[in-house]
């Protein structure tokens, strides 16, 4: 018999990709919990990466921030791994409303984990791993030359980053008390196709193609930008699977166990990035209008944001993981699927 999976947030973003790669290199069984709001264009993912018209694939519109009724478990059943995907992610949003961040990112956690305590007292060691989707931002701004390891203290500095470490803590507190086989991914910001143009390379290369100026956060003297690790979301759930398959679980003797960076290629900062973008459309379209930008003092204006996030990677690579996709790669990939696909960036 086949594995089940059960994915939170399994028709956003990462989610699509994560289950495009499980049909595609195992006989796992998807089950998506998924209340379908903007973020997740839901069925139209569903529909790019063939999962709509598969039948290892069901699909549950569930709105995890309130309790898991007795009719959805009674319709799944078994289930062998929860991966716990399902979040709000938007810093901007978290900041302007922080309550819905606490919700879905604490209560919803809770509520996933106690779902997780009924499966485990159900079908006992055939409830396999809950597996708890965190970001680098739980670590806060990392200085200059600082990569944040997974024994490292948490330090959020948003609303977004604080619910996401709260999540972490609930989990890590029932894998303690309750004996939930727990595992933290720490993921660093990740692009690919199927994106909300929200999201910084869709939304530059929207603007590349409009004319439009590009804003790049950036030191109060607007003389650095701000940079990230970018990861592609094929590389994110091919490192998925190999946390999945690792032995090392969360213990309430080591804190630090079970938890696993994903980290990106290298550091980039958002000019070098806008401007590589610039250059792989205008290779495809050369009469793109000229690139414009403006440096601003983002992170000053409103707390809360940070110039740069950095994780150490050096224990997935110590486990024997290499990422396949490397950044170049990756970007060439994403523009020519942007540019195929306009109207996920609202322009046909």
Not at 119 to 143: I, N
Request: with cysteine.
């Amino acid at each position: 018999m086949s594995k089940r999976m059960l994915i939170t947030g399994g028709c956003g973003f990462i989610g699509s990709h994560v289950i495009e790669y499980f049909l595609k290199n195992t006989d796992y069984e998807i089950l998506i919990f998924d209340k379908l709001t903007y973020a997740a264009s839901g069925f139209d993912r569903m529909k790019e990466i063939g999962a709509d018209k598969n039948d290892r694939v069901s699909i549950f519109t569930v709105d995890f921030t309130k309790e898991i009724s007795d009719g959805i478990k009674k319709e799944v059943g078994e289930v062998n791994y929860i991966l716990h995907l399902g979040a709000e992610t938007h810093v901007d949003r978290s900041i302007t409303n922080p309550s819905l961040f606490v919700s879905t990112n604490c209560n919803g956690t809770m509520h996933m984990l106690e779902y997780a305590r009924c499966l485990k007292e159900k079908y006992d060691d055939k409830f396999e791993m809950f597996l708890y989707f965190s970001t680098d931002e739980v670590m806060g701004s990392a200085p200059k030359g600082v990569y944040y390891k997974e024994t490292d203290t948490s330090r959020p500095e948003n609303p977004y980053a604080a619910a996401k470490a709260a999540g972490e803590n609930i989990a890590m507190a029932y894998a303690c008390t309750y004996r939930i086989p727990l595992k933290i991914t720490r993921t660093m910001n990740v692009f690919s196709k199927y994106q909300h143009q929200e999201k910084f390379i869709p939304g530059t290369i929207k603007k590349i193609l409009l004319g439009e100026e590009n804003v790049i956060h950036a030191t109060p003297d607007l003389k650095s930008a701000g940079t990230r690790f970018y990861i592609s979301a094929q590389n994110v759930a091919i490192a998925i699977k190999f946390v999945i398959d690792s032995d090392e679980f969360h213990t309430k003797e080591n804190r630090h166990s079970g938890i696993f960076n994903i980290v990106g290629e290298r550091e980039i900062d958002n000019l070098t990035l806008a401007k590589t973008l610039y250059e792989l459309i205008k290779k495809r379209i050369p009469n793109v209008p000229d690139f414009k930008y403006v440096m601003t003092d983002h992170h000053s204006q409103r707390p809360g944001h940070d110039l740069r996030y950095a994780l150490d990677g050096s224990k997935l690579k110590n486990m024997g993981f290499e990422y396949p996709l490397n950044l170049e790669q990756s970007l060439d990939e994403t523009v020519e699927w942007y540019l195929n696909n306009k109207t996920w960036l609202g322009l046909d």
